[in-house]
Nanobody, 125 residues
Framework: QVHLVESGGGMVQAGGSLRLSCAAS????????MAWFRQGPGKDREFVAA????????DYTDSVKGRFIIYRDNAENTIDLQMGSLKPDDTAVYYC??????????????????WGRGTQVTVSS
């Protein structure tokens, strides 16, 4: 069982930056592929970014490529999402997710086993 807690959300003006963090407990995340998803007002939850258990591979949805970077620190049991050049469309609750490695990886699938409660990011124009 992995417990995930997100932090770092807040309100920022368009063009600004925020860094989200996800702290994991219960299991070492080195055995898990990790991801960030988000759900904007009136929208379905969508994939944002994912990082493989080793940190060697990362995937991003097109709308955040070049603006967001996903990091992981297996020693600290955390993953971060550095967000830059924020836009009002980035306004959402951001969720951290984890799934145990099993030889395959579908980063954009929402079939992750563990989810945090989310942290709100609001970008004003």
């Amino acid at each position: 069982q992995v417990h995930l807690v997100e932090s770092g959300g807040g309100m920022v003006q368009a063009g600004g930056s925020l860094r989200l963090s996800c702290a994991a407990s219960g299991q070492p995340i080195r055995n898990y592929d990790m991801a960030w998803f988000r759900q904007g007002p009136g929208k379905d939850r969508e994939f944002v970014a994912a990082i493989s258990f080793s940190g060697r591979d990362a995937d991003y949805t097109d709308s955040v490529k070049g603006r967001f970077i996903i990091y992981r620190d297996n020693a600290e049991n955390t993953i971060d999402l550095q967000m830059g050049s924020l836009k009002p469309d980035d306004t959402a609750v951001y969720y951290c997710a984890a799934t145990p490695i099993d030889g395959s990886w579908f980063p954009r699938s929402d079939a992750y086993d563990y989810w945090g409660r989310g942290t709100q990011v609001t970008v004003s124009s």
